[in-house]
């Protein structure tokens, strides 16, 4: 009388098949978590350069601006891997300040990497940074929480 039922699947690749979706899943999970890692490290980075630039003035220093942008970019491309909301907030914040500038931080950040040139708006707003700790204060405090 069961002729008509065809056989189902083999017992071991049910459970080869659900072993298979647990190790993609922890993969996934591992995969975001060594990102929120990077991310971390990126925006650590970024904190000890604002406290680099709070503590002294960098505006002139090409060696702390080429820094300053590579650390910048790193970010940039850890939030675009795996994306971070408190990250995306301080790129936002940095980058649009000052606020009512053609060019802003943001700008020379983004078009500074592996540049020679230190352009006299960019060691502008650098000091004016230098010189606005509360501003810098703010960010530091983000990158905190």
């Not at 890692?37 to 980075?45: F, G, P, W």
């Not at 940039?76 to 790129?91: Q, T, V, Y």
């Not at 006299?120 to 703010?138: G, M, S």
Request: hydrophobic letters at 35%; charged letters at 25%.
């Amino acid at each position: 009388m069961e002729a008509w039922k065809r056989p189902g699947p083999p017992k071991g690749a049910i459970v080869g098949g659900f072993l298979l979706f647990v190790r993609k899943i922890a993969i996934l999970f591992s995969n975001d978590r060594s990102q929120g890692k990077e991310i971390d490290a990126s925006l650590l980075s970024i904190k000890e350069t604002l406290e680099a630039l709070k503590k002294v003035d960098q505006s002139t220093n090409s060696h702390f601006c080429e820094h300053f942008s590579s650390v910048w970019h790193t970010l940039l491309e850890e939030i675009e891997r795996a994306g971070n909301l408190k990250a995306e907030k301080l790129i936002s914040e940095m980058g649009h300040y000052p606020e009512g500038e053609p060019h802003q931080l943001g700008h020379y950040l983004t078009h500074y990497a592996g540049e020679s040139w230190l352009p006299v708006p960019f060691q502008e707003i650098l000091k004016k940074l230098h010189n606005d700790p509360e501003r810098l204060a703010e960010w530091i405090q983000l990158i905190q929480e």
